[in-house]
């Protein structure tokens, strides 16, 4: 595989650009990506995290220093992706940051012209731009500028660019072609992205749908304790996720872009190769991993196939 990433060269940038209580979910969500990369194999020095609203710490949260990310109330996720030590948080979640990071001209993103890079990006969005704290914006112009800047600074081999918003597709526009980029938006232009039903004991909704099923894909596949060897092996591939991402009940439609990707096929890719080792060592066995313990709740039922219809929450 051309592409095949160093086991020490993969990168996870994740960015949660909304602030206030009401956007929980943003919080949650980059969290919960946080969480997942940590429990993949990432080590914390890989993981540069942006997120302006520490939710844990709000008054109006029941679960004071706790933050979930599903209604089961199970997993802490503020403690494993830890919403006190973001990288880059509060007021310092801002697009000039973001931009700083990627190149080079702050601390954390140590990439090179071997690194594989995620790309995260999470909070209200619209045509062709992304907001910050309800008060500042990048644009789908900066966003392919600065991307653009990272190629010809050889930064980067390939990079994997997530964007769960509104019309998030629109932020894609300005891609180079074969840069080595494929971008995955969880709606298209015009269209809303859909949170999750709102958890009864928190009062809000804890997650969006385009991201819990994108974790929910991980937990079920490639982290599960429960999960064998050749399931895990069957679905390590981003073919494989885009798959089960085009079935899941987002109420929105995913967009693939990969023009800017190049000519090398990326189904077949693993996963493993953006998102770290896996929690399954060479030999087959699992690593060892006391923090986390599946429920049954995640084998037997689609939460959000039974309470999909008590939210239209967008945006």
Partial sequence: NA???????RWIVVVGSSRFWANYRHTANSLAVCD???????PSSHLISMIAE???????????????????????????????????GRERANPQTLKDVLLGKRAGLDSGPNSSIVLYLTGHGGDEFLKF??????????????????RRLRRYRQLLL????????????????????????????????????????VGIALADRFTYYFIQFFEHFLIDHNCDYSTCQRHNSLGAIIDYLKTARTRSTLQIHDVSWGDIP?????????????????SGNREEDSTYVVS???????????????????R
């Fill in 296 to 314: 049954p709740l995640l084998k037997s039922i689609d939460l959000l196939a039974v309470f999909g219809h008590l939210s239209n929450g967008s």
């Fill in 36 to 42: 997942m990369a940590k429990r993949m194999g990432v």
């Fill in 133 to 150: 704290h309800d008060s500042d914006e990048i644009s789908a112009y900066e966003i392919a500028e600065v991307l653009r800047e990272m």
């Fill in 162 to 201: 997530i964007i769960d918003t509104c019309q998030a597709a629109s932020l894609f526009r300005y891609l180079d072609h074969d840069s080595g980029i494929l971008g995955i938006a969880s709606s298209v232009l015009g269209e809303n992205a859909y949170a999750t039903p709102p958890d009864p004991d």
């Fill in 3 to 9: 592409y095949s990433s160093n086991d020490d060269d």
């Fill in 54 to 88: 520490p939710c844990a710490c709000s008054p109006r949260n029941p679960y004071r220093g706790q933050i979930y990310f599903d209604g089961r109330l199970e997993r802490n996720i503020a403690a494993g992706g830890g919403v006190d030590q973001s990288s880059y």
């Fill in 266 to 282: 990326w189904r077949d890719i693993p996963l493993t190769d953006f998102f770290g080792k896996g929690p399954r060592s060479a």
